[in-house]
């Protein structure tokens, strides 16, 4: 398989840093940072495909559908890493938000060789999850040509699901084949071809953004507190009683009470300060609002 790289702007030498090797550390870290102040802007300037993505996940969570990212080396981690991330912060379902990388389990830690070249392991990757048309896929690459992404989204389109690309090649495979193409075109990295810099970086904003989003618009945030957190540790223990007293105003020690009434469940805690109910009746009143905080409250008041 013939590769040109020549035609990438992710593999195109950058002139800000064609001499870095020779600045001091402060010159040198100055040129990294001001290449970065370049993402954002980047980032900005596809908001509106992010946020088609971020409603097609929504709607497909609402449905019960799932979010699949399809990625390998940089790409596929911070798809992972972003995965990851849902259950703790949000209570969500391991299963809801799940990312994958060409070469499995090994490939998080070290390359496994030849791996991104394998069209049908991006598909096969799929099946083995029983993914189907009510999911979501978002492919992951900078480039915007890894085969394993390619053969992952062409399954998914085969089977009627929702693609997605992120990639920061304007024009690539992969964004002519996605239905919803977001492409933050960052420019030449500062060491040539190093695409885990602001390329990496530019798709991990984008990853926040849509698991963010769509976990706001499923109900998982009350205000901007995440009021789905789950109490793992000692510290989370401390956040969900912050969490409670900022949405209420209510003591640390009436937090505490509710919480330990409704099991440790903030919305259900937050219901019952601010509506005078039990934690059966705040529960009750979050299941006919979707899981919606601030609906709860409402229902309750009419």
Do not use: W
């Amino acid at each position: 398989m013939k590769i040109d790289l020549n035609t990438l702007i992710t593999e195109s030498r950058n002139p800000a840093s064609h001499a870095i090797d020779t600045l001091s550390t402060v010159e040198m870290l100055k040129v990294i940072n001001d290449e970065d102040k370049q993402v954002a802007l980047a980032v900005e300037r596809v908001l509106p495909q992010v946020a088609e993505a971020v409603d097609a996940i929504a709607t497909a969570f609402q449905q019960g559908g799932r979010l699949i990212y399809s990625g390998a080396g940089t790409s596929g981690r911070l798809g992972i890493l972003d995965a990851s991330e849902c259950p703790p912060t949000y209570g969500s379902d391991p299963s809801q938000v799940i990312g994958l990388i060409a070469g499995g389990r090994e490939a998080i830690f070290r390359a496994v060789e030849n791996a991104e070249d394998n069209r049908e392991l991006g598909a096969e990757d799929l099946k083995a999850l029983n993914f189907s048309g009510k999911d979501v896929l978002v492919g992951i690459a900078a480039s915007g040509r890894t085969p394993y992404v390619l053969g992952a989204m062409a399954y998914a389109k085969s089977v009627g699901a929702t693609v997605g690309s992120i990639s920061c090649n304007p024009d690539s495979a992969m964004t002519r084949f996605a239905d919803i193409a977001m492409t933050p075109v960052v420019g030449p990295e500062v060491v040539t071809g190093s695409s885990r810099m602001k390329a990496g970086t530019a798709q991990k904003m984008i990853l926040n953004m849509l698991t963010t989003g769509a976990m706001i618009r499923t109900g998982k945030v009350y205000g901007n507190l995440m009021v789905d957190v789950e109490a793992t540790n000692a510290k989370l223990v401390e956040r969900q009683k912050n969490i409670v007293t900022a949405a209420t105003g209510a003591t640390r020690e009436q937090a505490e009470s509710a919480l330990a009434a409704c099991g440790g469940h903030c919305k259900t805690a937050i219901v019952m300060i601010l509506t005078g109910s039990t934690a059966e009746e705040a529960r009750t009143l979050l299941n006919h609002s979707q899981g919606f905080t601030r609906q709860a409250v409402q229902k309750a008041g009419q």
